[in-house]
């Protein structure tokens, strides 16, 4: 994979501005957001320019206890070949847990939250990501990401657990250094010490993110400014490779072209300060972060392992979406922040995909779904997710206003089907609402 240069996030809100943008070399675009079949009229003109496209994932959930699920494989390769990728990223994270390792409802968590840096955690990692890797008809690069708690009795750094993770696996890093400044603000990891035990060969691109800080916890937003201290971060990293490719991601709040140009910008400033500081002799050295033990660590039982790490994410899961009591060892503070957090971005999410349902339901909508989700886990994807909060209103009787809830009705009836699926509480609900339906028509 050659040199990928200066990128920029594609979204749809933006995409006159990234076309008309000098200087972008290549874009990456959420994944699971196109169809190979249909790709969008921006995208095709980038490409057919020359601009690179690459995939970036967030739903494979490599760092759960489960092996990847086959048909989100498949989904993801078949995006990487539409779009001509020189390679397709995802996360180390995990986004559901619960099911057959653990003889429980399984959950999702609807967002990316940190895997605990240990040695099952890593032992099923590696697996997961050889998996992967054998099914993808590209290089894969993993992504560090941001968290707001951490695991009680990590074994390994974060530096540690992405160098062994790579000298195992072989695969690339995609690293974020956003999500540096957001670990060393909400769990005090030094991003220096994570650059220098990285195997900075392995570095496929370079990600940059702004955010904002509350209460003493940095949220990482995708939605502000990108933050002098991340700026330092990508120069201190310069100093110590060339990245292949930097690219600024902005997800929400949208500024003016003429802002996202200038980040760029800034963002192009800083990594050309580091490579100068490395030209002086002032840059820091890197250093081998392997933590070695290789050949023992694949002897270590993969059955028991992925076992143990089942029965402790869907504790943690639980405890963050279904209100189950915090596993002990955590921070009770920390893990209120992030199921608040998981829940706001649920509400957000669903009222993207139903953009209908807000709506309908006008300034409750926000209350509404707040409620509904602190009593029901995801479990389903978030289309699922608006189908189940519209039959949940529908069964008690809202909204109040009988044209605002005959509507509600319609909707819902349209997009479950004449014959849906769903078993259990949505099945009882899709009766309801038929008969209701059907009653309020006579």
Same mark, same amino acid.
């Given at each position: 994979m050659g040199r990928l240069g200066t990128g920029i996030g594609w979204r749809p809100e933006i995409a006159d501005a990234v076309e008309r943008m000098p200087g972008v070399d290549w874009v990456e675009v959420v994944a699971e957001n196109i169809c190979p079949g249909h790709l969008p009229a921006s995208l095709v003109r980038l490409r057919e320019r020359g601009v690179s496209v690459v995939p970036h994932g967030v739903s494979l959930g490599l760092g759960g206890a489960d092996?990847?699920? +086959?048909?989100?494989? *498949? +989904?993801?390769a078949e995006r990487a070949e539409a779009l001509g990728a020189p390679l397709v990223t995802e996360h180390i994270a995990f986004v559901r847990a619960g099911g057959p390792l653990t003889a429980s409802p399984g959950l999702? +968590?609807?967002?990316?939250?940190?895997?605990?840096? *240990?040695?099952?955690?890593?032992d099923v990692l590696c697996e997961n990501v050889r998996i992967a890797q054998d099914a993808l008809p590209v290089p894969l690069a993993l992504e560090n990401i941001a968290a707001l708690f951490s695991w009680p009795g990590e074994e390994l750094t974060e530096g540690q657990f992405l160098s062994e993770l790579v000298e195992r696996t072989g695969v690339r890093l995609l690293i974020d250094v956003a999500n540096l400044h957001t670990n060393h603000v909400n769990r005090g990891d030094d991003p220096a010490r994570a650059l220098a035990a990285l195997p900075v060969e392995a570095i496929a691109y370079v990600h940059v993110a702004g955010g904002f800080e509350r209460d003493g916890v940095w949220h990482d937003s995708h939605a502000h400014p990108v933050p002098r201290p991340v700026l330092d971060i990508l120069t201190d990293l310069a100093s110590r490779t060339a990245p292949p490719g930097v690219l600024l991601?902005?997800?929400?709040?949208?500024?003016?072209?003429?802002?996202?140009?200038?980040e760029v910008a800034m963002i192009g400033e800083a990594v050309r300060?580091?490579?100068?500081?490395?030209?002086?002799?002032t840059g820091a050295?890197?250093?081998?972060?392997?933590?070695?033990? @290789?050949?023992?660590?694949?002897?270590?039982?993969?059955? +028991?392992?992925?076992?143990?790490?089942a029965v402790a994410q869907a504790a943690v899961l639980s405890s963050l979406v279904a209100g189950t009591p915090v596993p002990e060892g955590f921070d009770r503070v920390r893990m209120g922040v992030q199921a608040r957090t998981l829940a706001a971005k649920r509400a957000d999410v669903v009222a993207k995909v139903a953009p209908e349902l807000p709506v309908l339901l006008g300034e409750g909508y926000r209350a509404a779904f707040l409620e509904y989700a602190r009593e029901r886990p995801m479990g389903? @994807?978030?289309r699922r997710d608006a189908l189940d909060f519209a039959g949940h209103l529908l069964e008690t009787g809202r909204p109040?206003?009988?044209?605002?809830?005959?509507?509600?009705?319609?909707?819902?009836?349209d997009r479950a089907g004449p014959a849906p699926r769903p078993r259990g509480r949505v099945a009882r609900v899709a009766r309801v609402t038929r008969r209701v339906l059907l009653r309020d028509r006579v």
């Open positions: 092996r990847p699920d +086959a048909v989100r494989l *498949t +989904a993801l999702e +968590a609807g967002h990316l939250l940190p895997v605990p840096r *240990t040695r099952d955690a890593l991601e902005r997800d929400e709040n949208f500024p003016e072209p003429a802002e996202l140009e200038r300060a580091g490579r100068e500081r490395a030209r002086q002799g050295v890197a250093v081998g972060g392997a933590a070695g033990g @290789g050949v023992a660590l694949l002897a270590r039982p993969a059955v +028991a392992s992925r076992e143990r790490l389903g @994807g978030y109040e206003d009988a044209g605002a809830r005959r509507k509600l009705r319609e909707w819902w009836l």
